[in-house]
């Protein structure tokens, strides 16, 4: 079983970078697929991509392409999502969650979640 | 894209009751969908994968069943830990989507 360690909390300005991380501590971290999921404050659960750490294989929802960028490091057992430059809609907490070995099966371990905050 | 919709979107109810949860999908899924609790505050919990297989530790007071378009959760006598909001999610395509979400309130 993959236990998912997620980084802390953060605090950016629009127009700034960021990279949030989830860690797996397990072994068998490369053979699952890792997604991201975003939650607006108040709002519901909406996935954003998934990236399989083997291989890199890497899967955006449409409305996330091209504004969020999902990666993995094998040697460190960690998934990474990172924007380029933050806007003040990308507030939200965000979720790493593993445990579908293959795509079409469900993810049954969670990180405890990253707050973003984007503000002027 | 294979849209979601849950409803109701919000529901009341009291300790003892058959709640019913009900997730349409825009086209057929075969059995690519699963449930989700998620508690203010705290990660989504996988309750039940495949339409009805429940996970390790999940009350058997929560079953789900359908298949192809059409799929229910239900719980079958309400208890105070339930009340939470509910999440259907298919696998079927790539990345999954979830369903808009039905928030279970004290009545």
């Known amino acids: 079983e993959v236990q998912l360690v997620q980084s802390g909390a953060e605090v950016k300005k629009p127009g700034e970078s960021l990279k949030i991380s989830c860690e797996g501590f397990?072994?068998?971290?490369?053979?699952?697929?890792i997604g991201w999921v975003r939650q607006m404050p108040g709002k519901g659960l909406e996935w954003m991509g998934l990236i399989h750490p083997a291989d890199s294989d890497t899967r955006y929802t449409p409305s996330f392409q091209g504004h969020v960028t999902i990666s993995a490091d094998t040697s460190i057992s960690t998934a990474y999502l990172q924007w380029s430059s933050l806007e003040a809609s990308d507030t939200a907490m965000y979720y790493c969650?593993?445990?579908?070995?293959?795509?079409?099966?469900?993810?049954?371990?969670w990180g405890q979640g990253t707050m973003v905050t984007v503000s002027s | 894209d294979i849209q979601m919709t849950q409803s109701p979107s919000s529901l009341s109810a009291s300790v003892g009751d058959r709640v019913t949860i009900t997730c349409r999908t825009s086209?057929?899924?075969?059995?690519?969908l699963h449930w989700y609790q998620q508690k203010p505050g705290k990660a989504p919990k996988l309750l039940i994968s495949v339409v009805s297989m429940l996970e390790s530790g999940v009350p058997s007071r929560f079953s789900g069943s359908g298949s192809g378009t059409d799929f229910t959760l239900t719980i079958s006598s309400l208890q105070p830990e339930d009340f939470a909001t509910y999440y259907c999610?298919?696998?079927?395509?790539?990345?999954?989507?979830f369903g808009q979400g039905t928030k279970v309130e004290v009545k």
């Open positions: 397990q072994s068998s971290f490369t053979n699952y697929w």
């Open positions: 969650a593993s445990g579908a070995a293959a795509l079409g099966h469900p993810y049954d371990m």
């Open positions: 999610q298919q696998s079927y395509n790539s990345p999954p989507t």
């Open positions: 086209q057929s899924i075969s059995h690519y």
